[in-house]
């Protein structure tokens, strides 16, 4: 057989938001179209006119595009096979379904919900199994059929499903699957409003746009044998189907918000990269060693490898993907990551826009000197807050810990004025002033560090005291400072 082109498709339903599962089925095919040189098609499903809304088609698009996937061929950026939101389509379905009924692989089916509801019932009285095999309709003189068509009988249109054999799907990721035909009724292509159902619209468009791939989530495993009557009836050649399993919570539940997170925007909105959640994704379940993490999406593509995708549903590590984009924080330069900061510390009212943008550089340092220590930009808030702003709460039970000791009592005060005298605010000028306190007092300068980063910046912990005073900004620092002896003063500890 000569070899096809590699033409594959992303068919998300308008239906909410992107999941991660469908994100992760998306980016297989992306992959796999980057590596092979092929094309990758976003198609639309939109024709469950109830379900689908414009809202959700943009919010996919967005969400497709801010973790980092472009189409060949799709909405707005259009292609030779379009137009590809499957409601602007619906002429190729309706031209499809007559070609099956003039082939005699389709029928018109009248039954009402009555006459459908006790087909069944007899069927089950009878001990035979309840799927539904057209009764009189499926052998009607199809002139008759269509007299009561055109006399505007309401009818679907169904597939005449052989009652014999089976339906292998050819799996490349789980290998051969088996469908009786017999456990297949007769199903819908065309309801009674006139459009197309699910299996019909994606078998006739995957077969129109050429799709030489179908890569998609393994709830449509069920759905493909039908899809292959329907290439089959239509005489089409068939694509190559890889069905990929699920993503599951740690507790083997489909992922869902109640996991934390499950859509593409609650980890944005949680702090995440697009960049880490794409590598996360890419690798999971994807049969690469473990030990390899970070890879850009064109080191992804050239490592995919659809038949090694595993067979088993993944299971979401929420604590290795937060580990995966800590790594890309780190990467950022200090500028971009003081321009990802700068919205994110005025939405909390940490600082006003004016004053952030006033003095990005002091931002840009300060970045430099903490994204070690961030894991997720919605961290930035809480981790560079005591950069801005005035005096601090303290814990009170911290604050007699660090400020009991007599030595410290003693010394705060002058530490205070040396500091206040420096004619330079910088790190080592900061860090000679309370060495040098520290070694006349015959104590070591841990004595003094201590107390004066809580004073300074809150906190028990922090990057380099010195050099993050530096950055609090003398006034700020001394501000704090004298805050804290007025404290100790009203308690008549000084
Ligand atoms: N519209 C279907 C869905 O969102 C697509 C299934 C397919 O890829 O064929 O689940």
Redesign the pocket.
């Given at each position: 057989m000569e070899k096809r082109e590699v033409r594959v498709?992303?068919?998300?339903?308008p239906t909410g938001k992107l999941h991660v599962g469908?994100v992760r089925t998306a980016l297989f095919n992306w992959l796999f179209a980057r590596k092979h040189g092929g094309t990758f098609v976003l198609r639309i499903?939109d024709t469950d006119l109830e379900r689908s809304t414009e809202e959700s088609v943009e919010q996919l698009e967005r969400s497709l595009r801010w973790i980092g996937l472009d189409w060949d061929e799709g909405p707005e950026v259009g292609g030779p096979y379009g137009p590809y939101r499957q409601t602007e389509r619906l002429e190729v379905y309706r031209a499809a379904a007559q070609r099956l009924l003039e082939k005699g692989a389709a029928y018109y089916d009248f039954a009402t919900t009555e006459e459908l509801a006790r087909f069944r019932e007899r069927a089950r009285a009878e001990g035979r199994s309840p799927i539904y095999t057209g009764g009189e309709y499926r052998e009607m003189d199809p002139e008759e059929a269509l007299r009561r068509v055109r006399s505007g009988e309401p009818h679907t249109i169904r597939f005449k499903t052989p009652r014999e054999g089976q339906t292998i799907v050819e799996d490349v990721i789980r290998g051969p699957v088996t469908f009786e035909n017999e456990n297949i009724e007769d199903f819908v292509l065309m309801k009674s409003t006139g459009t197309p159902t699910?299996n019909f619209a994606?078998a006739v468009d995957d077969a129109a746009m050429e799709i030489s791939h179908?890569i998609?989530?393994d709830?449509?495993l069920s759905?493909t044998p039908r899809q292959i009557l329907i290439y089959r009836a239509l005489g089409h050649e068939l694509p190559a189907f890889a069905h990929v399993p699920q993503v599951l919570g740690p507790d083997r539940k489909k992922l869902s918000k109640r996991h934390g997170a499950a859509s593409v925007e609650d980890f944005a909105e949680q702090g995440y990269l697009p960049e880490a959640l794409f590598n996360y994704l890419a690798l999971l379940g994807a049969g690469y060693a473990a030990d390899e993490e970070i890879f850009s999406p064109q080191e992804l593509a050239e490592r995919f490898r659809l038949e090694k995708v595993s067979g088993n549903p993944a299971i979401f590590d929420v604590q290795k993907l937060t580990a995966i984009n800590a790594v890309y924080l780190r990467r950022k330069s200090p500028e971009e990551l003081a321009m990802m900061a700068a919205p994110l510390l005025a939405e909390r009212g940490v600082a006003t826009k004016e004053e952030l943008e006033r003095d990005m550089e002091r931002l840009t340092r300060i970045m430099e000197l903490l994204r070690e220590r961030i894991s997720l930009t919605t961290e930035i808030p809480d981790a560079i807050g005591y950069f801005y702003g005035g005096t601090l709460e303290y814990a009170p039970d911290e604050f007699e810990k660090q400020f009991g000791k007599e030595f410290v009592r003693e010394n705060l005060p002058e530490l205070r004025d040396r500091l206040a005298a420096l004619t330079e605010w910088t790190a080592d000028e900061i860090e000679r002033c309370v060495r040098g306190l520290a070694a006349e007092k015959e104590k070591g300068a841990r004595h003094l560090i201590h107390p004066l980063r809580f004073a300074t910046t809150g906190r028990t912990v922090s990057a380099g005291l010195f050099e993050t005073m530096e950055l609090i900004g003398r006034e700020r620092c001394l501000r704090r400072m004298d805050n804290v002896l007025q404290k100790l003063r009203a308690r008549d500890l000084l």
């Open positions: 498709r992303y068919a998300p339903s469908g499903e699910y994606a179908v998609r989530g709830d449509h759905n």
